[in-house]
């Protein structure tokens, strides 16, 4: 198949093909992506392509987007919940480089949201579609590291291990721990890593009317959730799952619904609350809502003997 | 105690292992009653092990039949069984308690967890529940309940195999298997390991096949022996009788072996 270009782009970089990927790659990829949705939360192998940048940095998601962008998608890119981030600048140019689609920083315009880290705050419709970049698809490789005996348990659904996981951190700690990439049930029947992203996120990926796929690129593997499908945070009877909350609300937009990020302002430890998702602060703040602006002061060290500022 | 008016808890017939022309096990055959304990012994390479391998499940033999009482369905082939069915089985009426101690835990987590692990694994979601069965095992297995957070590395050899065989009962199997549960221990732990090793097999009345070279161990554990040589069973009978009055000439080499104190 000779390779196409965008007849609507003709400023996109030549000698490439359209969205860099040749087309039996792509096809490649999208037969793994249905399967992939055919058997929520599993994990399928693909041949995963070597990609003008490294591993670890988006790969997996940006083949994923490439195979399914089309002439008249629109692309947004966010890294951290931020548009402006390096990761999400570059892969944003590059798909406007090679497919010359429309891109943009607003959730509600896109019809594509390649994520690393985050899902966004306003929700998804049925229209979007949202790609992870995975870094490690498989939630099991933690406690088990022997790759043959993972796929036997994710065959058997042989899951109590995960639990273990989550035993010894209420064992040590009181409390679950793990903040990120916390481990979800998808539709009652696969363990899946759901990238990342913060356990604050987990919720909005539950009954989620946007389809879902998940791009490893240097572990070779794609796995989706489906539209409208179930996905339940592991827990116990008497510890159940909760997101993160916090006392202050953002600094800028004054949401208290929001995911914060803390940002050290000065040396003494003061710490600025503001929302991780750049547009959804930004379309607040348009809309008239506003912060305190001011900074958090540090709270006082009460693990230091000496005054403070004084410690080596 | 031993009830033989039970059907038989596991039935092995003419069971055999090959591994390419070497003999691990030729034609053993024997049945475990619920709540006896089956000693085997024999030297290095004659078969013990793989003939343990073998009906704990681990091992397809070459020939012959393994078959166990389950719950459910009564008497079944363990290898004509489908995987999940098997591994489900090891799990919950099974337990293994390996030699090293390293086969048999998880040495990343702490001990509760790994107490703990069977009972998730068949779908305990409390974890008061979970960590209350296992301070209850610890307990029985007379650990110290302060190093129930700790990993299993920092634990001697003797707590390692204790916590071994706690984390196999929480699940309150029929039947156990124990492939040398107290070499590489020094003799006062081996006599307290071996004292509760007793105490919970009588006390549960849990079936055993004790796999070891030691023979002091199986005339504390077992109600019945079975001496090994070469791959084939040389000599079968109740424990007193093979070693108070041994028959086979092997048996009786083995027997004047053991070293006076």
């Given at each position: 198949m000779d390779g196409i270009t965008n007849p609507e782009a003709?400023?996109?970089?030549?000698?490439?093909n359209f969205a860099y990927l040749d087309e039996q790659t792509k096809r490649m990829i999208r037969r793994a992506t249905l399967k992939a949705v055919a058997i929520p939360g599993y994990q399928v192998p693909f041949g995963s392509r070597e990609m003008p940048l490294p591993y670890g940095w988006g790969t997996g998601g940006i083949q994923v987007t490439a195979s399914i962008i089309g002439v008249e998608d629109t692309l947004k890119v966010i890294d951290q919940g931020a548009d402006d981030t390096t990761n999400a600048v570059n892969i944003r140019r590059f798909f406007a480089k090679t497919a010359g689609v429309a891109t943009t920083e607003k959730t509600a315009e896109a019809s594509i949201i390649q994520t690393r880290h985050r899902i966004p705050e306003e929700p998804l419709r049925a229209d979007q579609i949202i790609v992870y970049q995975v870094p490690q698809p498989e939630p099991l490789r933690f406690i088990e590291p022997r790759e043959a005996e993972t796929r036997k348990m994710h065959a058997l659904s042989e899951y109590g291990i995960m639990h273990v996981g989550l035993y010894e951190e209420i064992a040590h700690?009181?409390?679950?721990?793990?903040?990120?990439n916390y481990p979800v049930q998808v539709d009652d029947r696969y363990i899946m890593a759901p990238s990342p992203i913060p356990k604050f996120d987990n919720p909005k990926m539950d009954h989620m009317p946007a389809l879902q796929l998940f791009g490893a690129g240097r572990e070779k593997r794609i796995y989706a959730v489906p539209p409208h499908t179930k996905v339940k945070s592991l827990d116990f009877e008497d510890h159940p799952f909760t997101i993160e909350s916090w006392e202050q609300s953002c600094a800028l937009c004054g949401s208290s619904e929001s995911y914060l990020d803390e940002v050290i302002t000065d040396d003494r430890g003061s710490r600025l609350f503001v929302c991780s998702d750049s547009d959804y602060c930004r379309t607040r703040r348009d809309a008239g809502h506003e912060g305190s602006g001011l900074p958090v002061p540090a709270e006082p060290d009460t693990t230091a003997s000496e005054p403070a500022g004084e410690s080596s | 105690m031993i009830d033989r008016d039970m059907a038989p808890l596991l039935q092995v017939s003419d069971l055999s292992r090959h591994y390419g022309g070497q003999v691990g096990c030729e034609d053993v055959s024997f049945e475990l009653y619920p709540g006896e304990v089956l000693g085997v012994v024999g030297e290095s390479g004659s078969g013990k092990t793989t003939l343990l391998k073998c009906i704990a499940g681990l091992l397809p033999p070459s020939a012959g039949t393994v078959s166990f009482d389950t719950r459910v369905d009564g008497p079944r082939d363990i290898y004509a069984m489908s995987e999940p069915e098997r591994r489900m089985l090891m799990r919950t009426d099974w337990g293994i308690v390996f030699q090293n101690p390293r086969d048999g835990l998880?040495?990343?987590?702490s001990a509760g967890a790994n107490v703990g692990e069977r009972l998730m694994a068949v779908g305990a979601r409390n974890y008061g529940e979970i960590r209350g069965n296992a301070v209850d095992w610890l307990t029985k297995v007379e650990m110290d309940l302060g190093r129930i957070d700790h990993l299993p590395e920092t634990f001697s050899g003797g707590m390692q195999q204790r916590l071994q065989i706690a984390r196999n009962l929480v699940t309150q199997p029929r039947l156990v298997f124990m492939d040398e549960p107290t070499s590489g221990l020094d003799v006062s732990v081996q006599a307290r390991l071996l004292d509760l090793i007793r105490g919970l097999v009588r006390q549960l009345g849990i079936a055993c096949v004790v796999v070891t070279h030691d023979l002091g161990v199986v005339r504390l554990l077992s109600h019945r022996l079975m001496v090994m040589r070469g791959g084939r069973v040389v000599e079968h009978g109740l424990t007193d009788q093979v070693l108070d009055d041994p028959q086979h000439p092997y048996t009786q080499l083995l027997v004047s072996s053991i070293l006076p104190v």
């Amino acid at each position: 198949m000779d390779g196409i270009t965008n007849p609507e782009a003709p400023e996109t970089l030549a000698g490439y093909n359209f969205a860099y990927l040749d087309e039996q790659t792509k096809r490649m990829i999208r037969r793994a992506t249905l399967k992939a949705v055919a058997i929520p939360g599993y994990q399928v192998p693909f041949g995963s392509r070597e990609m003008p940048l490294p591993y670890g940095w988006g790969t997996g998601g940006i083949q994923v987007t490439a195979s399914i962008i089309g002439v008249e998608d629109t692309l947004k890119v966010i890294d951290q919940g931020a548009d402006d981030t390096t990761n999400a600048v570059n892969i944003r140019r590059f798909f406007a480089k090679t497919a010359g689609v429309a891109t943009t920083e607003k959730t509600a315009e896109a019809s594509i949201i390649q994520t690393r880290h985050r899902i966004p705050e306003e929700p998804l419709r049925a229209d979007q579609i949202i790609v992870y970049q995975v870094p490690q698809p498989e939630p099991l490789r933690f406690i088990e590291p022997r790759e043959a005996e993972t796929r036997k348990m994710h065959a058997l659904s042989e899951y109590g291990i995960m639990h273990v996981g989550l035993y010894e951190e209420i064992a040590h700690f009181g409390r679950i721990t793990q903040g990120y990439n916390y481990p979800v049930q998808v539709d009652d029947r696969y363990i899946m890593a759901p990238s990342p992203i913060p356990k604050f996120d987990n919720p909005k990926m539950d009954h989620m009317p946007a389809l879902q796929l998940f791009g490893a690129g240097r572990e070779k593997r794609i796995y989706a959730v489906p539209p409208h499908t179930k996905v339940k945070s592991l827990d116990f009877e008497d510890h159940p799952f909760t997101i993160e909350s916090w006392e202050q609300s953002c600094a800028l937009c004054g949401s208290s619904e929001s995911y914060l990020d803390e940002v050290i302002t000065d040396d003494r430890g003061s710490r600025l609350f503001v929302c991780s998702d750049s547009d959804y602060c930004r379309t607040r703040r348009d809309a008239g809502h506003e912060g305190s602006g001011l900074p958090v002061p540090a709270e006082p060290d009460t693990t230091a003997s000496e005054p403070a500022g004084e410690s080596s | 105690m031993i009830d033989r008016d039970m059907a038989p808890l596991l039935q092995v017939s003419d069971l055999s292992r090959h591994y390419g022309g070497q003999v691990g096990c030729e034609d053993v055959s024997f049945e475990l009653y619920p709540g006896e304990v089956l000693g085997v012994v024999g030297e290095s390479g004659s078969g013990k092990t793989t003939l343990l391998k073998c009906i704990a499940g681990l091992l397809p033999p070459s020939a012959g039949t393994v078959s166990f009482d389950t719950r459910v369905d009564g008497p079944r082939d363990i290898y004509a069984m489908s995987e999940p069915e098997r591994r489900m089985l090891m799990r919950t009426d099974w337990g293994i308690v390996f030699q090293n101690p390293r086969d048999g835990l998880r040495m990343n987590v702490s001990a509760g967890a790994n107490v703990g692990e069977r009972l998730m694994a068949v779908g305990a979601r409390n974890y008061g529940e979970i960590r209350g069965n296992a301070v209850d095992w610890l307990t029985k297995v007379e650990m110290d309940l302060g190093r129930i957070d700790h990993l299993p590395e920092t634990f001697s050899g003797g707590m390692q195999q204790r916590l071994q065989i706690a984390r196999n009962l929480v699940t309150q199997p029929r039947l156990v298997f124990m492939d040398e549960p107290t070499s590489g221990l020094d003799v006062s732990v081996q006599a307290r390991l071996l004292d509760l090793i007793r105490g919970l097999v009588r006390q549960l009345g849990i079936a055993c096949v004790v796999v070891t070279h030691d023979l002091g161990v199986v005339r504390l554990l077992s109600h019945r022996l079975m001496v090994m040589r070469g791959g084939r069973v040389v000599e079968h009978g109740l424990t007193d009788q093979v070693l108070d009055d041994p028959q086979h000439p092997y048996t009786q080499l083995l027997v004047s072996s053991i070293l006076p104190v």
